[in-house]
């Protein structure tokens, strides 16, 4: 087992939101934290309104797919952060749980996805720094 943290961000599809916050928390935090994402009815392949909005700003997850949620995957995760899953998503006592409220960018254009890609940025900058900070406890 890793000594570095572990996220798991889960929505439905792990289409849209999940994977681009698991594209910025690997960019932006490179080998320091380990990076999962799933989703709790996949889809067949990544929103590709989400990989142009990524690709925007020098991330590329083009060659991501959707996956399943799984018991293991969460066991795995120090936090779980969840992005509308709603009563899908499977609760294990002693994890970190945070439900992150954000628009679903399936079946929106380019305008409307960009502001969700740059919230999720800024949250996943909020994320990386309570990580570092819990690390410095």
């Not at 929103?47 to 997850?61: L, R, S, Y």
């Not at 409307?112 to 819990?134: F, G, N, T």
């Amino acid at each position: 087992m890793s000594d570095r943290p572990s996220v798991l961000f889960v929505c439905v599809h792990n289409a849209g939101r999940s994977q681009m916050a698991a594209g910025f928390l690997t960019a932006l935090a490179g080998d320091r934290v380990d990076v999962l994402s799933a989703g709790s009815m996949p889809g067949h392949q990544v929103n590709p309104v989400a990989v142009e909005a990524m690709a925007e700003v020098g991330i590329d997850i083009a060659g991501e797919q959707p996956k399943k949620l799984t018991d293991d995957a969460v066991i795995a995760s120090d936090v779980v952060i969840t992005m509308g899953c709603g009563d899908e998503c499977p609760y294990f006592p002693g994890k970190r749980y945070e439900d992150w409220v954000l628009e679903d960018p399936a079946g929106q254009g380019i305008d409307a996805v960009r502001p969700i890609r740059d919230e999720i940025k800024v949250r996943i900058e909020a994320l990386i720094a309570s990580l570092e900070s819990a690390d410095a406890r």
